[in-house]
């Protein structure tokens, strides 16, 4: 737990759609509770992991993140060099990696989860040597990724996902790929393949319906559909996370599995498109902690 006169590094995003959303007052609850707050404003097009990095040797106790999930994909390479805990104050558009800790997206509340000072040991996902907290995914989303700007996620929030899916849906191909994992090669065609470290992503889709940041495993699927409009028919499954009870859906538990296309593919990592195929995925277990409520054996239930 935290000490009275503890001092945090604090990074904002305040180009985040709720970047001015509450964070006075979730402000005033981490000092209430004897933060001490040293706030680094990032330059543009630089990193929240360049800023930890740069500060790192100045006595810290924890980070603390204001911002989406990209802001915290951006942090977790120095995050787990460092061996700094961080906190979350969720200002983004989804906010999944606070949905999988069962932290409330309201930032007053997030805040007093810091507050309560309760560490959780959390895994990572790392795909070419590129670290993350919820899914990696090849295809579909990573197109998504490409084609929803900034502009439209701050203007629209999770309905811009909505819209900008919906143009996509209609001019979805399959590709081929070759998924190894477990000492197995597969051949697919497939519309997107996803591996998952945490439970949700996409701002309302699921993983897989029992997963958590801190299993020890990674869950892998690939949407192995012949019509574009079997995937409205697939999307309450995706958004419970039991898409694996579809025939034409390949799912499996893995630590470690290797995706090969045709041509370089786009990877999308937590929103942000950072590596291309062929991609190299791995667990990366306990890697970082985080302020949390305590894990919840209901909270990998479907809802």
Not at 6 to 28: E, Q
Not at 126 to 149: D, M, Q, Y
Not at 201 to 227: F, I, N, Q, R
Request: with cysteine; proline share 7%; charged share 20%.
């Amino acid at each position: 737990m935290a000490e009275a006169g503890s001092r945090a590094l604090l990074i904002v995003n305040r180009n985040a759609r709720n970047g001015g959303a509450a964070l006075d007052a979730a402000l005033a609850v981490l000092r209430d509770a004897g933060w001490s707050l040293v706030e680094h404003p990032c330059s543009p097009g630089q990193t929240a992991a360049e800023v930890i990095r740069a500060r790192a040797a100045e006595g810290f106790g924890a980070v603390i993140l204001g911002g989406g999930d990209g802001t915290l994909n951006g942090a977790a390479p120095a995050l787990i060099e460092t061996g700094l805990p961080f906190g979350i104050l969720p200002l983004g558009t989804a906010n999944d990696l606070a949905r999988s800790l069962g932290i409330a997206p309201d930032p007053v509340q997030a805040a007093e989860v810091i507050a309560a000072g309760a560490l959780r040991p959390i895994d990572l996902g790392e795909v070419n040597g590129r670290p993350f907290f919820n899914v990696a995914s090849i295809g579909f989303s990573a197109t998504l990724a490409k084609g929803l700007g900034r502009d439209e996620k701050k203007r629209w929030g999770r309905l811009g996902y909505a819209l900008a899916a919906f143009r996509l849906l209609r001019r979805v191909r399959r590709f081929t790929a070759w998924i190894t994992h477990d000492g197995v090669t597969e051949k697919v065609k497939t519309i997107q393949v996803s591996v998952g470290n945490g439970r949700h992503y996409g701002g309302g889709m699921t993983v897989e319906s029992s997963a958590t940041p801190d299993d020890g495993k990674l869950d892998v699927y690939s949407l192995e559909l012949d019509h574009w409009w079997r995937l409205l028919a697939l999307l309450p499954y995706l958004r419970r996370g039991t898409q694996g009870q579809w025939r034409d859906v390949r799912a499996f538990p893995t630590t470690a599995c290797e995706v090969r296309t045709r041509r370089p593919m786009p990877v999308n990592t937590d929103g942000e498109l950072s590596a291309t195929t062929p991609a190299r995925f791995r667990l990366l277990p306990r890697a970082v902690r985080v302020f949390a409520p305590p894990s919840n054996p209901l909270q990998g239930m479907p809802s």
